[in-house]
Nanobody, 123 residues
Framework: QVQLVESGGGTVQAGGSLRLSCVAF????????MGWFRQSPGKEREFVAA????????HYADSVKGRFTISRDNAKNTVYLQMNSLQPDDTAAYYC????????????????WGQGTQVTVSS
């Protein structure tokens, strides 16, 4: 069993930055694809970014390309999401997930989920 704990959310003005962290307890994350997802009230959960274990390749939703960066520190069993140039449309609860590559990249699924951290961007 893996427990994921996100942190780093908050309220920022448009144009600001936040760094989210996702720490894993119970098992190493090194063998899992890791993804960040977000969900706003009334909307479906959407993919934001992912990092693949085999080669540390990264993948992003078009809406965040060039602004967000996902990274991982296997020694700390932690995945990060650096978010720059935040916009009001980025307001959502952000969740990290650990799972298989196809589930994370294509199915908005994960074997393990964190509890989420709220990001609010004011205009």
């Amino acid at each position: 069993q893996v427990q994921l704990v996100e942190s780093g959310g908050g309220t920022v003005q448009a144009g600001g930055s936040l760094r989210l962290s996702c720490v894993a307890f119970g098992r190493t994350l090194s063998g899992y694809a890791m993804g960040w997802f977000r969900q706003s009230p009334g909307k479906e959960r959407e993919f934001v970014a992912a990092i693949i274990p085999s080669d540390d390749s990264t993948h992003y939703a078009d809406s965040v390309k060039g602004r967000f960066t996902i990274s991982r520190d296997n020694a700390k069993n932690t995945v990060y999401l650096q978010m720059n140039s935040l916009q009001p449309d980025d307001t959502a609860a952000y969740y990290c997930g650990a799972g298989g590559i196809v589930d994370i990249l294509a199915r908005n699924r994960a074997s393990f989920w964190g509890q989420g951290t709220q990001v609010t961007v004011s205009s």
